[in-house]
């Protein structure tokens, strides 16, 4: 039985590396208890945040059977996203920055390739499942146990030929197919990750406080924290700046030449809801309301445009009709917005803006974005 299991293993090994995946492995789905009581203690502290996914069940999403009882083993695949992602090249004036897990649905080939695993083992008479991207699993814990990576000091699951730049997903299924082992590797005393973060939001080795991380603040509903916002950058959709960092993962990046990961901000602000959600429907939005983008894409257009100060094209134009939206979350971060490039401007330049603000203040009706304006005006100046 054992040698048919490992034939079939291969057969799927096969199938996998077939269809573009990076890293083959198979575990056992037995729970991940530490990894549930981790979950547990960084959704007490607050350090998860606003997110959900897998911290909404930890008993749910670290023990598979708890949604699939008949699932024996996880066949483990990693798909690498390099070269192919791109590199968006440096920051311009209206235009924001995607990571580069998001530059296209780079899940795509992942989930064509569980597919095809996942038909075969039905073909041959088990039940088969593929989890790609859900909350039923924590995925990176899976990876590891498997050996198609180790865990890494950034949080991510890295490999030797790949770096960070990989994406994970399973297919389980009750094939008695024989477990691979872990990888013997690790970051040893490499923690150039940890220094990258802009926000210092890796406390720990392999420890993230969600709260500071940039990429969880593109993804969660409510109002982006005030000293984040500059740290945003040009910032639209994730952040890449551990991974950049992670010397593994730089042969990959040397090969990335193609520029991608570049939106127009302008574009993007002036589009309408159905052109956003279809364009990004690959993105993480939340409750699938282009609000939480085009709040980004403000606190972004703020940021180059303060950048590149006194230029601005028409930028703030659009940051000033947003002054006016009907939506009360999109008033407070244009207001926030059009205050950074006022900040940037000359003193005896920045007149025109405080006039903007002063006006929206005495007819804005949400308590949260007069506070907004009054914070804004008073790093201004008076008389500015």
Request: glycine letters at 10%; proline letters at 8%.
């Amino acid at each position: 039985m054992d040698q048919e299991a490992r034939e079939l293993a291969e057969v799927l090994r096969r199938i996998a590396a077939g269809a573009g995946c990076a890293g083959f492995g198979v575990a056992a789905t037995d729970p991940f208890p530490a990894v549930a009581a981790e979950l547990d203690r960084r959704h007490g502290n607050g350090m998860s945040g606003k997110l959900g996914f897998t911290y909404k069940d930890p008993v749910r999403s670290t023990d598979i059977k708890r949604s699939l009882p008949w699932a024996e083993r996880l066949v483990v695949l990693s798909w690498g996203y390099l070269p192919a992602a791109g590199i968006p090249g440096p920051a311009e004036i209206g235009w924001g920055r995607v990571a580069r897990f998001a530059t296209e649905d780079h899940y795509r080939g992942l989930r064509a390739a569980a597919a095809r695993v996942a038909t075969v083992l039905v073909e041959r008479g088990y039940l088969a499942e593929p989890i790609i991207d859900d909350d039923r699993l924590v995925d990176r814990a899976a990876a590891v146990r498997a050996g198609v990576g180790w865990w890494g000091k950034s949080t991510m699951v890295l490999d030797p030929r790949h770096g960070p730049w990989l994406l994970l997903g399973s297919v389980a299924t009750d094939a008695p197919l024989v477990p691979t082992k872990p990888m013997g590797r690790g970051c040893g005393t490499c923690d150039a990750c940890i220094p990258a973060c802009p926000t210092g939001a890796i406390v720990a080795p392999g420890v993230l406080d969600s709260t500071r991380c940039l990429a969880h603040w593109a993804q969660v509903p409510g109002v982006i924290p005030r000293p984040l916002r500059t740290r945003m950058g040009d910032r639209v959709y994730g952040c890449d700046d551990c991974l950049d960092a992670c010397p593994p993962g730089f042969k990959r990046l040397r090969m990335a030449a193609e520029r991608r990961g570049r939106v127009s901000l302008v574009g993007l602000l002036g589009s309408d809801d159905s052109a956003l959600l279809d364009r990004y429907s690959h993105f993480y939005i939340p409750r699938r309301n282009p609000r939480f983008l085009r709040r980004n894409a403000l606190v972004a257009l703020g940021n180059t445009i303060a950048a590149a100060a006194p230029a601005e094209g028409e930028g703030a134009a659009v940051l000033a009709g947003y002054l006016g939206h009907p939506d009360w979350l999109l008033r407070l971060h244009a207001a926030w917005a059009l205050g950074a490039v006022g900040a940037a401007r000359p003193s005896g330049s920045r007149p025109s803006v405080r006039r903007m603000l002063v006006h929206q203040s005495h007819r804005e009706k949400q308590p949260e974005v007069v506070a907004e304006i009054d914070v804004t005006l008073a790093e201004l100046g008076p008389g500015a």
